[in-house]
């Protein structure tokens, strides 16, 4: 770790004493040092089709939903039925764990469809959006005159409570739980991901507020994590009474899960919330502006899309007129989200609540002959067994092929070379394999995030699905030690 | 390739579920896989995946044996002749090496592929493509006087007890190809030591010049270093050893190839190679004073260029399965295989070479050390767990 004077305001000259954050003044500004992680493992992965920074408004999709499969353990209870008229932040459904946490429209209109799945499951609340887009109105002003119930109150009537989410687990946060402290990470280095500077551009107001209600239902920190090295947005530089911390390196640097293993790693019985850079926005016009705004900009990225462009959307907006697709070959996955944790949507379905990303990657389901043996100088690999490996900078069409069938662990290293926490990946992989709860502790379950093995499995030589065995090691420690 | 893909996609439903061949399914899916890449997507986690895959980290680690095994070739020819007294060119000794060693390599593969096949079949589980590096693996570390049927026997040993036993590939404790020749070591002692190292069949009129000794260069080791092959000989490779041993050059060829593309692990050869040395040097320290003869004496650096060390550190001691995983695990065991294989060397008067036994003898301590790795990073986290106050 190094340190970079950083300026800031009065505010933080307070927290600085209570913090024992080294600091000193030059000429008449307070410098304060501040910390630079710099993470050395990792990859990004250079998939082809960045999002072009030009934002193009496509407000009106033809239907909005909100599926509760994007909130994870969630069990739903329905309150509306189909042909209610709804407005922005009317209550669609709720959790039956926790009541008090509602999931509500984001758009104004009706009601046209509850989908249902096997044993009636709830699947997508479907609304018609009209024109006008009324909302439900919610006390408006700044969150310093609200207290600390009141701030939680408002978030969770709006609906906007879900957007918070807990460490271990990734699951909503528990309003009567309060975690030891909050992370933002203000910039994503998965595969073709937005630019939150980009983002948030212009929004430093609603962004401000945001954090200052952040900030009131906490004890603990606030963590703005921001990358070092570039020159960051100064709607994140200029924050107050959020401590910001440089990152810098490679993939997965920008992931929440890594920056909380840097600055204050989870110890068992602990949690930690975390939220994105553009939900904070949200909350703050909630604020701002009294009612659940829930536009939001989304990046449309990928090899088989044409128009790849930011759209400024509501959230859960049917994606079906965004892409326009490049049919020049294969058939087309549609993920919402990045190409490692995303999840796939139908071509006619709808963004998921925590993406900001859609990616849209050719199908891989051809064989090739003999395809392990050619020296594959268009084949991306970390591993540098491809003549591919000559050729840095080059971006890759990747498709949804396997490349290779499951296998037992063989390689060894694999893992540790782009899993940058004090963890040892494949041990605590098989930890969970052979369900040891202690080990799993031991090993550092608590720290870890289905996400985090995102990059491990890309890489993975045996081709094993880790993000899945991580989710089921997760749920089997929540399930033993709630 | 059309054509050869359609003959298996008309021949596939036999063996799928329901087919009058469905058991042998893994044999079918085994070359179906080897001729064509699958067509499987990403269906959970992670859409996109790495391009690397088990059969692509074998045929690089095979490519990293080829300098060794052609070299192995023609130096198997140049022995031959040399005692021979005939003069021969570059090609003649090769093929007379290609004609000797290549039916080892036929039957490494032919036993072990078998016995891989019967197993798979029998568990039904898909052939994995670990034997493809041992079956090349075992040849090179063979004299090439060795008995066929020696190979198949130890081929199957190796395979069906070192590994299947224990589950396949990614289960086995100790690394199969180092198995098969522990097996013949011990088993049939008189053909893997003493005058067997080179290849002493005569043709018409030929005949061996005097004073020729078939031992290997290493054996003089415990008589009097001094007549140990000159440097240059050492290096090149062009001594009396296992087919693949011999040349330092053809097996730091290998070593760039496995280090460039990362599939042989930096941290296990380098380690071993300093540990050696470090042992090395060592016995010249406490070497007896008065026997400037004695084993002690040699140079520390000679033992990386005699025997099977260098060979042992690239290509054995680096199997992934058998190895520490961890890193730091890495560092400790390449580092006393090292020290083992010299002090096995110098200290043990009935047989000059130590790098095989070292290395198993560490295979079975490597998921020791890990633990104790991994032991060091659970109290770091369990230290942290308490010293916050909840």
């Known amino acids: 770790m190094t340190d970079v004077p950083h300026n800031l305001s009065v505010r933080d000259f307070a927290a600085c004493f209570n913090n024992n954050t080294p600091w000193y003044f030059t000429g008449l500004e307070l410098v304060v040092m501040q910390k630079i992680i710099s993470i050395k493992k990792g990859l990004n992965i250079p998939l082809e089709g960045e999002a072009e920074k030009i934002s193009v408004s496509a407000l009106l999709a033809e239907s909005y939903a909100l599926n509760p499969s994007d909130f994870y353990g969630l069990t739903p209870k329905l309150l509306v039925k189909e042909g209610d008229k709804v407005l922005a932040g009317t209550p669609l459904f709720y959790d039956k764990e926790q009541p008090k946490i509602l999931f509500t429209a984001p758009v104004s209109g009706e009601v046209i469809e509850i989908k249902r799945g096997e044993k009636r499951k709830l699947l997508s609340v479907v609304i018609l959006p009209d024109k006008e887009n009324r909302h439900v109105e919610f006390r408006k002003g700044n969150p310093v005159q609200f207290t600390t119930d009141e701030i939680i109150n408002q978030l969770l009537e709006s609906g906007i409570w879900p957007v918070i989410r807990q460490r271990p687990y990734s699951v909503i946060a528990d309003p009567g739980s309060p975690p030891k402290a909050i992370f933002i990470s203000a910039f994503d280095t998965n595969p073709l991901a937005p630019d939150y500077d980009f983002i948030v551009h212009g929004h430093g107001e609603e962004f401000q507020v945001g954090i200052d209600a952040l900030a009131k239902i906490v004890s603990g920190k606030v963590h703005l994590n921001i990358p070092h090295g570039s020159t960051p947005s100064k709607v994140f530089t200029k924050t107050t009474g959020a401590q910001i911390n440089f990152f810098s390196g490679p993939h997965p640097a920008g992931n929440v899960g890594v920056q909380i293993n840097h600055i204050d790693p989870i110890n068992k019985g602990e949690k930690v919330w975390y939220l994105s850079a553009q939900h904070v926005l949200t909350i703050g016009r909630l604020f701002l502006e009294g009612r659940y705004n829930s536009s939001k900009l989304i990046a449309l990225t990928g090899p088989s899309v044409k128009n790849r462009k930011y759209f400024k959307i509501f959230s859960g907006a049917c994606i079906r007129n965004l892409p326009e697709l490049d049919r020049s070959s294969f058939e087309v996955r549609f993920i919402s989200g990045n190409a490692l944790t995303g999840h796939t949507v139908t071509p006619g379905g709808w963004i998921g609540f925590y993406d900001d990303q859609l990616t849209l990657v050719p199908e891989g389901d051809r064989q090739e002959f003999m395809g392990w043996m050619m020296p594959g100088f268009d084949k991306f690999s970390f591993s540098k067994t491809f003549f591919s490996s000559l050729l840095p900078g080059k971006k890759y069409k990747l498709d949804t092929n396997t490349h290779g069938e499951d296998r037992p662990f063989v390689v060894t290293g694999q893992y540790e070379d782009v899993f940058p926490m004090d963890i040892y990946p494949q041990h605590l992989i098989k930890a969970i394999l052979i369900k040891d709860l202690e080990l799993m502790e031991n090993l550092g379950i608590y720290e870890v995030d289905p996400e985090d093995f995102a990059l491990c499995e890309f890489a993975c030589t045996s081709k094993m699905n880790l993000q899945k065995i991580v989710r089921e090691g997760l749920d089997y420690v929540r399930k033993e030690c709630g | ?390």
């Open chain 2, 1 to 390: 390739m059309k054509f050869i893909r359609d003959i298996l996609d008309k021949i596939k439903p036999d063996f799928e579920k329901g087919g009058k061949f469905e058991k042998f399914w893994p044999a079918y899916n085994a070359f179906d896989v080897f001729l064509f890449t699958p067509a499987e997507t990403t269906q959970t986690g992670s859409h996109i995946r790495d391009a690397v895959d088990l059969k692509r980290t074998m045929s690089v680690v095979i490519l990293a044996l080829m300098p060794c095994l052609f070299f192995g070739m023609w130096n198997t020819g140049y022995q031959h002749f040399r005692v021979t007294g005939v003069e021969t060119g570059l090609w003649e000794n090769f093929f007379f090496g290609l004609i000797k060693i290549f039916p080892i390599i036929v039957v490494s593969y032919v036993s072990g592929l078998t016995v891989e096949f019967i197993f798979a079949i029998k568990r039904g589980h898909p052939v994995n493509e670990g034997f493809l590096v041992t079956g090349m693996l075992i040849p090179l570390v063979m004299p090439v006087t060795i008995p066929l049927w020696m190979v198949a026997v130890a081929t199957v040993f190796a395979v069906i007890l070192g590994k299947e036993a224990f589950g396949g590939t990614g289960m086995n404790v100790l690394n199969p190809a180092l198995l098969a020749r522990a097996f013949i070591f011990f088993a049939y002692p008189a053909q893997i030591s003493g005058e067997v190292w080179n290849d002493l069949t005569l043709g018409e009129g030929q005949k061996i010049i005097n004073g020729y000794s078939g031992a290997t260069s290493m054996a003089v080791l415990d008589y009097d270093y001094h007549n140990l092959p000159p440097l240059n000989d050492l290096i090149t490779g062009t001594i009396q050893g296992s087919i693949g041993e011999t040349s330092k050059i053809a097996i730091a060829i290998g070593a760039l190839i496995l280090l460039v593309t990362g599939i042989g692990s930096w941290r296990i050869m380098l380690s071993m190679f300093i540990g050696g040395l470090a042992m090395g040097f060592f016995f010249n320290n406490i070497a007896p004073a008065g026997n400037p003869a004695h084993p002690m004496n040699l140079p520390a650096y000679y033992h990386w260029l005699i025997g099977g060390f260098a060979f042992g550190a690239v290509f054995m001691a680096t199997d992934p399965v058998t190895a520490a995983q961890t890193n730091t695990g890495k560092y400790i065991y390449g580092f006393l295989i090292g020290v083992f294989a010299v002090i096995l060397r110098v200290v043990n008067p009935a047989y000059p070479e130590g790098v095989m036994l070292a290395i198993l003898f560490f295979n079975v301590f490597a998921p020791l050390i890990d633990h104790y790795v991994i032991q060091s990073n659970i109290s770091r986290r369990v230290k942290r767990w308490n010293s916050t106050d909840r």
